[in-house]
């Protein structure tokens, strides 16, 4: 599985972006997809996922700013972002799981200016 995000860049303090990623192939709903993140000289941290069936699952910097939804006809998930803070600055990592394998994308880097 190929993912391919896309939607990252420099946004202000307050502002928002949404990101999206789209699968090589066929994701079934129930298969989880999601976002990752890594802020420079820290871990890789969870932002949110997302399978049909259960609520999704955000970290708790982001609750209540981001959302996450899913296109599956288009194998897409997204990720909107609002009042974009710069601690939320990092490489954003599209990620599924099939088959008990992860995958990652090429991640795409968000920079929030203060």
């Known amino acids: 599985v190929q993912l391919q995000a896309s939607g990252g860049g420099l946004v202000q303090a307050g502002g928002s972006l949404r990101l999206s990623c789209t699968a090589s192939?066929?994701?079934?709903?129930?298969?989880?997809m999601g976002w990752y993140r890594q802020a420079p000289g820290k871990e890789r941290e969870l932002v949110a996922t997302?399978?049909?069936?259960?609520?999704?699952n955000y970290g708790d910097s982001v609750s209540g700013r981001f959302t996450i939804f899913r296109d599956n006809a288009k194998n897409s998930v997204y990720l909107q972002m609002r009042d974009l803070q710069a601690e939320d600055t990092g490489v954003y990592y599209c990620?599924?799981?099939?088959?008990?394998?992860?995958?990652w994308g090429q991640g795409t880097q968000v920079t929030v200016s203060s």
């Open positions: 997302l399978r049909s069936g259960r609520d999704a």
């Open positions: 990620y599924t799981k099939v088959d008990g394998a992860a995958y």
């Open positions: 192939r066929t994701i079934l709903s129930s298969v989880v």
